[in-house]
């Protein structure tokens, strides 16, 4: 608005245009910061929504870490390879980008035709950012596909286990699924422990973690995989495991179980049979126990080596009696009754030390519990928490009960140790270590009086064949000729496990093994079919072959074994 002068010489002033224009100015001002704030507060809103927003980085359910994550390779003992991983490309598809999906699959199935035409084209319609079409590829194969051309389709690389042994430890080391992950021995073991926590957290993506080292030594675990394969084709078995273990460390120093499976190829894991039987299968030893009960009976001071027990007859329980298989019928000394396998004999001991002392003994032993190792892989016990008279006679020679082949083979390792019971272990693990996990089971005296009946058992019993192959390793030890049990009942036609549970060096003594062959045939008219024909012999097999690697070298001299004999027998 203009303002006029009633005298003409003064100045006009526009002062309420100036004014406007000012307000104006500042009132867009004011809009400007409004919109700014408005946008900077709109901003904000939308980052903190987005901070609370969890990203999907998964693959299809598994994070990028963990799919790509690697596993620590592990060695035998000397440092030989049991498992590594090698790196392999893995095809996947975006499918929003697939131009054409008819196009695509066709192309694909000329690369790979073993893939389903209606699963593939399943694969590759919608809209997802990610699908896998095949995993764990050779490069040669990713060359064709990506000689396609196909937009969309492209590879990660991923950790693939491989098993250079391929099925000789595989239930040792047990698989892993196509993620990487441990399923089961030593892998899942591993994966339990810390190796899951680096795959979860990352740190196991393109890192090189360190070496796992075994207690296993693969020139041992070869030479027992392949007697135990020749003993299943020899007796016509349908399955032979065994174990070695050393008695003063605990370590296993190898272990078989066949019929096995491939475990780069886990699938033949699930084929029936494949079970690890050393481990997670119980079973009635048979006559092997009879070596538990001696230990009993002369620890407990209620028998003495020197002793002699009535044979003539069968033991009585009501209408049952229980007689020698092959008996001789006469009185016999304590190592008689070992040597000649007497059941009654072993009653007459187990007798005079008490059921009820028999029953804890097998409680010291660790035969109430599971058999905790490294190995995932294992099972409860079958051992009747309290013995009547006939079940107790019964179970001093290993019938009606069921323990794990790694249960007895960990009792032989303390009865021949000086009476140190040590817990199994596929770790190394130091002399040091291993005393200080100690727990006396028997004296040292019964000790040396059990290893000087396991020779003897060697020499004149039904050790003698498995002897007369491993000669001059001075091997001891005890058959177990098991009837096994079908619905229930014993059966008598010849469906026996048989079992070998043994010791060497007996002068210098190092190691325990335990070898089973499951319902062996005769390998000649002229063979026998009990364990000293099948599992004896595959033990001295065995022996003869993995001594020398283990450094210990033959002796023929026939005086070491006369120096075996503790004071008490002589």
Same mark, same amino acid.
């Given at each position: 608005?203009?303002?006029?002068?009633?005298?003409?010489?003064?100045?006009?002033?526009?002062?309420?245009?100036?004014?406007?224009?000012?307000?104006?100015?500042?009132?867009?001002?004011?809009?400007?910061?409004?919109?700014?704030?408005?946008?900077?507060?709109?901003?904000?809103?939308?980052?903190?929504?987005?901070?609370?927003?969890?990203?999907?980085?998964?693959?299809?359910?598994?994070?990028?870490?963990?799919?790509?994550?690697?596993?620590?390779?592990?060695?035998?003992?000397?440092?030989?390879?049991?498992?590594?991983?090698?790196?392999?490309?893995?095809?996947?598809?975006?499918?929003?980008?697939?131009?054409?999906?008819?196009?695509?699959?066709?192309?694909?199935?000329?690369?790979?035709?073993?893939?389903?035409?209606?699963?593939?084209?399943?694969?590759?319609?919608?809209?997802?950012?990610?699908?896998?079409?095949?995993?764990?590829?050779?490069?040669?194969?990713?060359?064709?596909?990506?000689?396609?051309?196909?937009?969309?389709?492209?590879?990660?690389?991923?950790?693939?286990?491989?098993?250079?042994?391929?099925?000789?430890?595989?239930?040792?080391?047990?698989?892993?699924?196509?993620?990487?992950?441990?399923?089961?021995?030593?892998?899942?073991?591993?994966?339990?422990?810390?190796?899951?926590?680096?795959?979860?957290?990352?740190?196991?993506?393109?890192?090189?973690?360190?070496?796992?080292?075994?207690?296993?030594?693969?020139?041992?675990?070869?030479?027992?995989?392949?007697?135990?394969?020749?003993?299943?084709?020899?007796?016509?078995?349908?399955?032979?495991?065994?174990?070695?273990?050393?008695?003063?460390?605990?370590?296993?120093?190898?272990?078989?179980?066949?019929?096995?499976?491939?475990?780069?190829?886990?699938?033949?894991?699930?084929?029936?049979?494949?079970?690890?039987?050393?481990?997670?299968?119980?079973?009635?030893?048979?006559?092997?126990?009879?070596?538990? +009960?001696?230990? =009993? &009976? $002369?620890?407990? %001071?209620?028998?003495? #080596?020197?002793?002699? @027990?009535?044979? *003539?007859?069968?033991?009585?329980?009501?209408?049952?009696?229980?007689?020698?298989?092959?008996?001789?019928?006469?009185?016999?000394?304590?190592?008689?009754?070992?040597?000649?396998?007497?059941?009654?004999?072993?009653?007459?001991?187990?007798?005079?030390?008490?059921?009820?002392?028999?029953?804890?003994?097998?409680?010291?032993?660790?035969?109430?519990?599971?058999?905790?190792?490294?190995?995932?892989?294992?099972?409860?016990?079958?051992?009747?928490?309290?013995?009547?008279?006939?079940?107790?006679?019964?179970?001093?020679?290993?019938?009606?009960?069921?323990?794990?082949?790694?249960?007895?083979? +960990?009792?032989? =390792? &303390? $009865?021949?140790? %000086?009476?140190?019971? #040590?817990?199994?272990? @596929?770790?190394? *693990?130091?002399?040091?270590?291993?005393?200080?996990?100690?727990?006396?089971?028997?004296?040292?005296?019964?000790?040396?009086?059990?290893?000087?009946?396991?020779?003897?058992?060697?020499?004149?019993?039904?050790?003698?064949?498995?002897?007369?192959?491993?000669?001059?390793?001075?091997?001891?030890?005890?058959?177990?000729?098991?009837?096994?049990?079908?619905?229930?009942?014993?059966?008598?036609?010849?469906?026996?496990?048989?079992?070998?549970?043994?010791?060497?060096?007996?002068?210098?003594?190092?190691?325990?093994?335990?070898?089973?062959?499951?319902?062996?045939?005769?390998?000649?008219?002229?063979?026998?079919?009990? &364990?000293?024909?099948?599992?004896?012999?595959?033990?001295?097999?065995?022996?003869?072959?993995?001594?020398?690697?283990?450094?210990?070298?033959?002796?023929?001299?026939?005086?070491?074994?006369?120096?075996?004999?503790?004071?008490?027998?002589?």
């Amino acid at each position: 608005m203009a303002i006029i002068s009633a005298d003409a010489n003064e100045t006009i002033a526009l002062i309420g245009a100036r004014k406007a224009r000012s307000n104006l100015t500042k009132a867009r001002i004011r809009w400007v910061i409004a919109v700014l704030v408005a946008v900077f507060l709109v901003v904000c809103g939308r980052l903190v929504q987005l901070g609370y927003v969890d990203t999907d980085t998964t693959i299809e359910g598994q994070t990028r870490d963990l799919i790509s994550a690697t596993r620590p390779p592990i060695l035998d003992r000397n440092g030989m390879e049991m498992a590594v991983d090698i790196r392999v490309p893995s095809l996947f598809a975006e499918p929003r980008r697939i131009i054409d999906v008819d196009e695509a699959v066709e192309k694909i199935r000329t690369v790979l035709p073993d893939l389903d035409r209606n699963w593939l084209r399943n694969r590759l319609e919608g809209d997802k950012g990610f699908v896998w079409i095949k995993r764990e590829l050779t490069p040669a194969i990713e060359e064709k596909i990506m000689r396609l051309g196909i937009p969309g389709l492209d590879f990660l690389t991923e950790s693939k286990r491989f098993y250079p042994g391929g099925s000789e430890a595989s239930h040792i080391l047990g698989a892993v699924n196509i993620d990487n992950q441990g399923i089961a021995g030593i892998e899942r073991s591993m994966d339990k422990e810390d190796v899951a926590l680096l795959q979860s957290i990352g740190l196991a993506r393109g890192q090189a973690l360190a070496p796992v080292n075994l207690s296993i030594d693969l020139r041992v675990q070869h030479a027992m995989h392949d007697q135990l394969a020749d003993a299943l084709v020899r007796y016509q078995a349908v399955a032979a495991a065994g174990a070695i273990m050393d008695i003063h460390t605990g370590e296993v120093i190898a272990m078989v179980s066949l019929p096995d499976f491939d475990p780069n190829d886990p699938s033949t894991a699930l084929v029936e049979g494949r079970m690890n039987r050393i481990t997670s299968g119980k079973f009635e030893l048979g006559s092997t126990f009879k070596t538990i +009960a001696f230990a =009993a &009976a $002369l620890d407990s %001071g209620s028998v003495r #080596i020197g002793d002699s @027990f009535d044979a *003539r007859f069968g033991v009585r329980f009501g209408r049952f009696t229980i007689d020698d298989f092959h008996g001789k019928h006469r009185i016999l000394s304590v190592p008689e009754i070992y040597k000649y396998s007497s059941n009654i004999g072993t009653i007459k001991m187990m007798q005079a030390m008490g059921k009820d002392n028999y029953r804890a003994f097998l409680t010291r032993l660790g035969f109430d519990d599971p058999l905790v190792t490294e190995l995932p892989e294992r099972t409860t016990t079958n051992v009747p928490k309290t013995f009547s008279e006939i079940v107790a006679a019964t179970a001093s020679f290993g019938h009606g009960l069921s323990i794990t082949p790694m249960h007895m083979l +960990a009792a032989y =390792a &303390a $009865l021949a140790n %000086g009476g140190n019971y #040590i817990t199994p272990t @596929f770790y190394r *693990r130091t002399p040091e270590e291993a005393q200080a996990l100690y727990r006396r089971v028997v004296s040292p005296q019964t000790s040396a009086e059990i290893r000087s009946l396991m020779r003897l058992n060697a020499l004149e019993g039904s050790g003698t064949r498995m002897n007369k192959l491993s000669d001059g390793y001075r091997v001891g030890g005890k058959t177990g000729t098991a009837e096994k049990v079908v619905n229930g009942r014993y059966v008598t036609n010849g469906l026996n496990l048989n079992v070998f549970a043994s010791v060497f060096p007996l002068d210098a003594p190092e190691y325990a093994m335990i070898v089973l062959v499951d319902e062996p045939k005769r390998e000649n008219a002229q063979s026998g079919d009990t &364990a000293g024909w099948n599992a004896g012999e595959a033990t001295g097999r065995i022996v003869a072959r993995i001594a020398p690697m283990l450094g210990i070298a033959p002796n023929f001299d026939n005086s070491i074994d006369d120096r075996l004999v503790p004071n008490s027998m002589r």
